[in-house]
């Protein structure tokens, strides 16, 4: 790996790793090292003992729109590697470290995931019969935040992977209607493309409000974004 210098805008240098392509590695996966590596975010986290970027997506939303409030109980879908868990453990004071009221993180994922202190995480498939009813048990009623950061796995053909994680996040909303408490919050990643109407619309007469951002760490070029919505009022069809 080469290091190359580069302007950071104020008076000083800033070196950028370039990755060279070995033996037997793809020049996209050459690509996706030297974006790694020099990406502030990836940086930021293993600074601060978060297991990913996208850690910084759940903080961005929530320091706007507040849902991860102390005492809440919160429902992370697909919840590994864990980073968006241990961003709610610290708001909701899951570990009970503050005089404010003590909150819930309940993760749940197909695959195991390393424990995080503070969240209790099931091996569960979100999708499958009586699944609500084993997670409103778990946590001893209703959810005040379900949030997914889940994306179903790339075929490599963009249209056809806007359609599956539209999909996903339509299956984790009715999830969360069966869920949530009535004044509480979904929050959710899907990908700009133009069949996600139905999901807006679906939200819109679920909840108060609906939001539609990309947040701040959330990479230029992805055409991810993620939905808030807020002040759920019941299942209404």
């Not at 037997?24 to 986290?45: F, H, K």
């Not at 999909?167 to 493309?193: I, N, Q, S």
Request: include cysteine.
């Amino acid at each position: 790996m080469a290091q190359e210098p580069g302007g950071s805008g104020r008076g000083q240098r800033e070196l950028r790793v370039k990755v060279k392509t070995a033996k037997g590695r793809r020049i996209s996966s050459t690509r996706w090292l030297e974006r790694q590596l020099n990406d502030p975010y990836v940086q930021r986290a293993k600074r601060e003992g978060f297991r990913g970027r996208a850690a910084f997506k759940i903080i961005d939303l929530d320091d706007q729109y507040h849902f991860l409030k102390p005492g809440a109980r919160v429902v992370d879908l697909g919840c590994a590697p864990g980073g968006w868990c241990q961003v709610a453990v610290t708001r909701v004071n899951a570990l009970g470290q503050r005089p404010a009221r003590q909150g819930r993180v309940l993760g749940i994922d197909l695959q195991p995931v390393e424990a995080v202190p503070g969240a209790e995480i099931h091996l569960l498939d979100f999708l499958e019969d009586g699944a609500d009813a084993k997670v409103k048990e778990w946590l001893g009623g209703k959810a005040d935040v379900v949030m997914s950061d889940m994306a179903a796995s790339a075929s490599g053909h963009k249209q056809t992977d806007h359609l599956r994680i539209i999909a996903l996040c339509e299956a984790a909303a009715e999830f969360a209607y069966d869920v949530l408490e009535e004044g509480g919050t979904f929050v959710a990643k899907v990908l700009a493309g133009g069949a996600e109407g139905s999901l807006q619309a679906d939200l819109k007469r679920n909840f108060t409000k609906v939001a539609n951002l990309k947040p701040p760490s959330s990479r230029a070029d992805s055409s991810e974004k993620f939905v808030v919505a807020t002040g759920f009022r019941g299942r209404r069809t």
